[in-house]
């Protein structure tokens, strides 16, 4: 890591001494195997209704609207990485009280054409599809040189654009679905609306319905990382992403290898844009499927470089002259940002280590005993942490200061030169979440409390390799609360007000609770948000593999 030594000691101080103490790595025995969170099960499309125990609020009234893989192989083909599993879509649908469970496979182009070879014909992120075995042995080799078309297998996220419900990934390619039915509507193609090559899963939302989003683009003016606007209403029924625009677009710090991201950050005047060490090789890439490897294999950690953190006016769609800098750090979500007193704060969930994207193959999830317990030990903890970038910085502007001003928080920002600051993180949590083994899938209020300052978040704590536990994090206090389950794996814990809520925790947590367990169910868990206590559950005897992101569709909407 390349650090400046007249940097003052307040950042040389805040440096580990260890790999241990750097990237949070923990020593645990004894992991139960979740093999069966990561196989195969089979729709189920015609709705089942829940035994009920406890009390769901009758004022809950919607759809829990969940993402996930589902399919992991084709006749005798399997996949390797979790992230390629065929999309499963899930409903737990909520009415006075009740709860009905139904899922159906999206019906995407690589879903239905894998089906009607029953081989793997479409690659994905970590499986390299295999030529046709009917081919002859030149049209094979030959096959090795075209270049692969991008996968429309959206298994990541639930998400809106313009009052529509999608299922997205990071390809260009979205899929409209029905929130009711379930079922594929229509296939969305973001290249033909804004010159972006994908999109990332997780967009954000002004009050007003704008959606933002960003995406990758590479021409021959070179790569960029592109902030998209949306427009939050149709103009015809037909609209999909009409009236879509890039605002603004960042080169890379290295054109070749531009960084992988997953989320970025929004406040009510800025996008915050994370350039992080986890690059994307794009010669490997390029050249993957001639080389026999997938797209996983061009995505490397590099350490030796820092994070560069770019901010970028919502309102002109220029980037601010100042650029931060931190350590090598390994995000994959974003939990708010919010401006205060010249600063944006912002808030999210990362690691010191990057190398654990390629840990999530279906043979590492497979694992039990010590393979297992290694496995876990080996990937880094990821953790809530605060970062305060301060927006007037210019030649007049002190070095060697910290110039973060603001009393609530212990993050440092110290100036190198007129337009690079250098920002050392605050810790969001106290050591019991080290030893719950730290917290991801982050989610807020989101719709009363996204890009406004906050003191609540809600995630899946991590002592094993999906999530085993649901958190609330108490920001002003850093303490947290904490419901787990022996046996049992809660997904991405989903916020709901109350109706006519009036304090920021009022409301309920859904989540999605699984197990690997063949004699229990599967369950939707209803938490009071406020004091984290179990309301009720919902058991449905369906086997529901380990997901990714979920949304909650108000039935009022």
Known sequence: MAMLQNIPVVINSFLPSSRQELAGFASVQGLECIAPLVKTVEETPEPVTADITGEIPSWINGSLLRNGPGKFEFGNQRYNHWFDGMALLHQFKVENGTVKYKSKFLQSDSFKINSEHNRIVVSEFGTLAM???CKNVFQRFVSRFEMPKPSDNSNVHCVKYMGDYYVSTETNYMHKVDPETLASMEKVDWSKFVAVNGATAHPH???????????????RQGTRYNIIRIPPQKTNDSDTLQGAQIICSIPPQDGAKPSYYHSFGMTENYVVFIEQPIKLNLLEIITAKMRGKCISDGIKWEPDHETVIHVASKQTGQLIPVKYYAKPLAVFHQINAFEDQGCIVLDLCFSDDGGALNNFTIQNLHKSGQALDEMYNTTARTLPRRFVLPLDVDSSTATGQNLN????????????????????????????LVEAGGLELPQINYDKYNTKKYRYFYGCGFGHLVGDSLLKMDIETKEMKMWKEPG???????FVPAPNATEEDEGVILSAVVTPQQEKNTFLLVLDAKSFTELGRAAVPVKMPYGFHGVFASSKQ
């Open 205 to 219: 939302y002004d009050p007003n319905g704008t959606s933002y989003n960003m995406g990758n683009s590479y021409s």
């Open 488 to 494: 049992f794996y809660p997904s991405e814990p989903v």
């Open 405 to 432: 001003t603001l009393p609530y928080s212990s993050a440092t920002a110290v100036k190198r030169d007129d337009r690079k600051v250098f920002v050392s993180h605050e810790d969001l949590h106290l050591d019991d």
């Open 131 to 133: 030529p046709d075995p």
